[in-house]
């Protein structure tokens, strides 16, 4: 390797330290946790079969062993968000990781292809580029054109579909690619480690880019360490009862625990969510039974699995748990209509470690009326939902108001006597649903003393589905501290339950907000409380107020 590399991140800044090919898995799964970013360098060509096309006759030298370390590394360093500048080769394995395809050979497989592997030295430039405005690379190196040198014969034909070309040659060909603002990646077709290890302070701006975002990275990591961090809301038990499927995996689900571990996160609401039905008594006899079932599944998945998680039902639990290296899962049910019309079923699912109760879903129950397919049967709560609410607050089980109208919602405020939750739900003012809060709920909820949770499901996020994505959660959060303090926000995914955006789509994408509040100002402490504190404060409160054993 061109020491060029080396001096490049020096000048940045960063501590370089090279990876050695490493077959093991364990091995390398270790020291890619332990990277704060990632460089991908150039050498030789890539082997097309990676993108499933027969070998051009004039393909160059390739390295099998090269090429499946490289995509495992990228794989790995991907799951967990690691920032990730890739150079020339690095540009094309990047792009075929994703699902891209290359120009096995330019000149032979390009018209009009310009000269694209100079004979002048590695600091002198041989042709421009022309740099994307309002991209990533424009900000860095704040040129419209730009000169590079050129030292390949393969390139990037099909783009990924998660990233963007944000440079060209003349002849077309994609010099730069990039999946930010969503994904911690940006790579280039040209050298700039030859220029800035010959003195060129334009290029040195990329090196100060990647090693600035690693920094950040590190910083949002080493934060994590230091506080509690919960999502509120996940219907992972939805999955529990699928043959073979274990938390304990790294499955195809959102919520699991080595994408916890990746995504820095400590611990999870696992809801048994119990989908509306008839409410005649034999309908709320099956509700009842069938949430029993889903917390049975619960403790079994976490039986199976006790040397790496266990049931948290306080703040103390979870405490335990970290300090002893486990991940920690909290249970909740999703929908009243799982309690029946039996007020004793509270005090039964609490002693069974159910922390919070959302009292209905999208249709209306004997509790209390919902915020989406609303009859308003109670315009607000029910003379049953009312006993469930001072039952709640007599057990010590936290209410969760997600799903509920707004009258449903202040009926809870005027009556409990403890502070509430909305354990997935996000700003009206930014999306306009009415699965959302209005501003003036934020600031009822504050004046509770209650918690908020941001709901990651797309059409909660924005309005156009399809584009809803990471820098959309932030405005959310933004806008919620901004409206009811940083005491009374904190986040629920909605994972496995449909929550997931572009950028943030699985528990290892959780580090990215984080990443994004610290770029905006947000202090660890304010992420302790956004994370956990806000949530286990209420916990707490409510939980010291139960008057059931007093």
């Not at 799903?403 to 509430?420: C, G, M, Q, W």
């Amino acid at each position: 390797m061109s020491s060029a590399y080396v001096k490049s991140v020096l000048k940045a800044g960063g501590a370089p330290i090279l990876i050695p090919t490493i077959e093991d898995g364990s091995t390398l799964r270790s020291i890619v946790a332990d990277l704060d970013g990632l460089i991908l360098t150039g050498g030789e060509d890539v082997n097309p079969l990676w993108y499933k096309e027969e070998p051009n006759r004039n393909l160059q030298e390739i390295n099998s062993e090269r090429d499946s370390f490289e995509l495992t590394l990228i794989k790995l360093a991907s799951d967990r968000n690691i920032p990730i500048l890739g150079i020339c080769r690095g540009e094309q394995i990047l792009n075929v990781a994703f699902g891209g395809t290359l120009y096995q050979d330019i000149p032979s497989q390009k018209q009009d292809a310009i000269r694209h592997l100079q004979t002048l030295p590695g600091d002198k430039p041989s042709h421009p580029v022309v740099i994307k405005q309002e991209s990533m690379i424009h900000n860095i190196l704040n040129r419209d054109t730009l000169f590079v040198n050129s030292f390949h014969h393969q390139g990037i034909k099909n783009v990924a579909s998660c990233f963007t070309a944000t440079a060209t040659a003349k002849d077309g060909l994609v010099e730069a690619i990039e999946a930010w603002p969503n994904h911690p990646i940006i790579a280039v077709q040209w050298h700039p480690e030859a220029f800035t290890a010959a003195g060129d302070t334009t290029m040195l701006k990329l090196f100060k880019f990647i090693v600035g975002k690693a920094d950040t990275f590190y910083l949002a990591k080493k934060m994590h360490k230091h506080f509690l961090s919960v999502d509120t809301h996940t219907d992972t038990p939805l999955w529990f009862n699928k043959t073979g499927f274990s938390i304990a995996r790294r499955e195809k689900n959102r919520v699991n625990i080595p994408k916890m571990e990746e995504g820095r996160l400590d611990g999870v609401f696992l809801a048994a969510f119990i989908g509306q039905g008839k409410r005649d008594e034999a309908s709320l006899k099956e509700a009842v039974e069938e949430t029993n079932r889903l917390i049975d599944n619960i403790y079994r998945q976490v039986e199976i699995n006790n040397d790496l998680c266990g049931i948290a039902t306080t703040s103390e639990d979870f405490a335990r748990l970290k300090a002893e290296g486990k991940k920690a899962f909290f249970i909740g049910i999703e929908n009243g209509y799982g309690i029946g019309k039996d007020l004793n079923n509270i005090a039964r699912f609490k002693a069974r470690g159910v922390n919070y109760i959302t009292l209905c879903h999208s249709f209306d129950n004997d509790i209390c009326d919902s915020s989406t397919k609303t009859k308003r049967e109670w315009k607000g709560l029910s003379p049953f939902g009312k006993k469930v609410v001072k039952e709640m607050n007599r057990q010590g089980v936290m209410i969760d108001m997600s799903h509920a109208s707004e009258e449903s919602f202040y009926d809870v405020i005027k009556l409990t006597k403890t502070p509430i939750i909305c354990s997935h739900s996000s700003s009206r003012k930014i999306c306009d649903t009415d699965r959302n809060l209005t501003d003036d709920q934020l600031q009822a909820l504050a004046k509770n003393g209650g918690v908020a949770q941001i709901c990651l499901l797309d059409a909660y996020i924005n309005k156009d589905e399809k584009k809803a994505c990471l820098d959309d959660v932030i405005t959310h959060i933004d806008h919620m501290v901004k409206v009811a303090g940083i005491d009374h926000v904190g986040v629920g995914s909605d994972f496995d339950g449909g929550g997931g955006v572009i950028g943030c789509e699985s528990d290892n994408d959780l580090i990215q907000i984080s990443v994004k509040l610290i770029e905006k100002g947000y202090t660890e402490q304010d992420l302790s409380k956004i994370w956990g504190g806000n949530l286990l404060r209420v916990l707490n409160e409510v939980q010291k107020a139960a008057t059931v054993n007093k």
